[in-house]
């Protein structure tokens, strides 16, 4: 796939925006995918997107179905997979250039039997830059209730896990960290 690999991205990117659309909770968000669609759309040249469709279809990526006079692309769970390792790559907390004085924590709480699934959450906070706090409690200064959301919704953690937004006392050492 390596000809069809930045197409083949695009076209997940499309079908992983989909999925994302499903989990934005903000309006803000959902006019972001919608845009970043209609741009990635636009850039794709047709006769290569069919070829790939076609390479994604024989990896099992996606599956063709016919709807009364037209084609779809259905993403599949392997496609799905995918597409989700995709957007948690992607995932990026913004910094902000003045800081609004408010602690962004995740607090969770996920049973021994998911530590794989625990484990990776743990790393995905650490890779969006939070700081560990306590085992589990992570801290960062920085808006990213939409980020955390995503992460949460796609690990499956609704649950487990939850993001509160404060201000806390003696905050020295996590000001020092974040160098505030």
């Known amino acids: 796939m390596a000809r069809y690999s930045k197409l083949a ?5 499309l079908l992983a925006n989909g999925l994302l659309l499903g989990y934005a909770r ?16 636009r850039s794709i040249d047709r006769e290569q997107l069919f070829h790939a469709l076609h390479i994604l279809k024989m990896r099992k990526l996606i599956k063709i179905v016919q ?9 599949t769970p392997e496609g799905k997979a995918r597409a989700q390792k995709f957007i948690l790559e992607g995932l990026e907390i913004k910094k902000p250039k003045r800081w609004d ?3 962004r924590l995740v607090i969770y709480d996920i049973p021994e039997p998911r530590k794989k699934i625990r484990d990776g959450f743990r790393q995905h906070l650490k890779r969006l830059g939070f700081s560990e706090f306590q085992k589990s409690v ?7 209730e939409e980020e955390v959301a995503t992460l949460v919704n796609l690990m ?5 896990a939850r993001y509160l937004e404060t201000r806390l006392s003696n905050d020295r050492n996590l000001r020092n960290e974040f160098s505030i």
């Open 9 to 13: 991205t695009q076209i997940l990117s």
């Open 26 to 41: 903000g309006q803000k968000q959902r006019k972001e995918l919608l845009e970043e669609s209609d741009a990635i759309w």
């Open 67 to 75: 709807k009364a006079d037209s084609e779809r692309a259905l993403i």
């Open 101 to 103: 004085g408010k602690w």
């Open 138 to 144: 992570f801290a960062i200064p920085y808006p990213c």
């Open 156 to 160: 499956n953690l609704k649950d487990n």
